[in-house]
């Protein structure tokens, strides 16, 4: 059963309108009323095909005012790399000693990780562990590459990674329900952008089908991305 907080938000929004992207905004964060601070999320249904390879949608973003939360950043690097990554920010860093301590014990203290190429073969022993959380390192989301202190700096910042998941929707956190408007909106309008120049040029007919924001436990609102 609903909650009756729910059910209370959810007569601000009129189902079958869709809002302007500064409307429905608004209307979301006077929808997340819950106690803590909840996140607002962005939910796009892409006309793509999920099951091509050619039709896949991926990358990464530094929102302009970050999503609100602060990640704990692993660096899997060796030798002088451990200095610059730890003088980044980098709350983990190891290398071979580290991947196997993480193989035995199955801790996992961090939200996100980066490696230098050459580390990469041996972080393949945690594939089991790291590969079902998403946490692989991966050149495709920035994660793997020579500049160590670059890596750790944006994800510290606040870079976050997206793809279309099975059925071919982007689901991602842009912002938080304490952020004022204007930061919310500036961080949608970076976000759809990149989706948009994202499209697979196989991809045909309407690329974005629709599109919808909420926050953690608020009600969906629908919007007019164009707005």
């Known amino acids: 059963m609903p909650s ?21 905004i608004a209307l979301c964060k006077k929808a997340a009323t819950a106690k803590y601070d909840e996140a607002i999320e962005l939910h796009v249904r ?8 050619d039709q896949q949608v991926r990358g990464t973003i530094a929102l302009p005012h970050g999503t609100g939360k602060t990640k704990r950043v692993a660096a899997f690097v060796q030798g002088e790399k451990e200095a610059e990554a730890k003088e980044a920010g980098a709350d983990i860093v190891g290398g071979e000693e580290l991947i196997a301590e993480i193989a035995q014990k199955g801790n996992i203290d961090f939200d996100v990780a980066v490696a230098t190429p050459a580390m990469m073969p041996k972080i393949a022993k945690l594939a089991r562990l790291l590969g079902p959380r998403g946490l692989m390192p991966n050149p495709k989301t920035d994660t793997v590459g020579p500049n160590v202190k670059k890596m750790v700096t944006e994800q510290k910042a606040g870079k976050e990674s997206f793809k279309n998941d099975k059925a ?3 689901h991602q956190i842009f912002g938080r329900a304490s952020f004022t408007e204007a930061q919310l909106e500036e961080n949608f309008r970076a976000l759809m952008e990149i989706i ?3 499209k697979p040029q196989a991809s045909k007919g309407i690329y974005i089908k629709n599109a919808s ?13 164009a707005s």
Do not use: H, Q, W
């Not at 892409?46 to 390879?53: I, Q, R, T």
């Not at 924001?213 to 991305?225: F, L």
């Open 46 to 53: 892409l006309g793509v095909d999920p099951m091509k390879s």
């Open 168 to 170: 071919g929707n982007i």
């Open 4 to 24: 009756k907080r729910f059910e209370e938000v959810t007569k601000l929004v009129d189902k079958d309108k869709t809002y302007s992207i500064a409307e429905g």
């Open 213 to 225: 924001i909420c926050s953690t436990v608020g009600p969906g609102i629908k919007i007019d991305t």
């Open 196 to 198: 948009k120049r994202l």
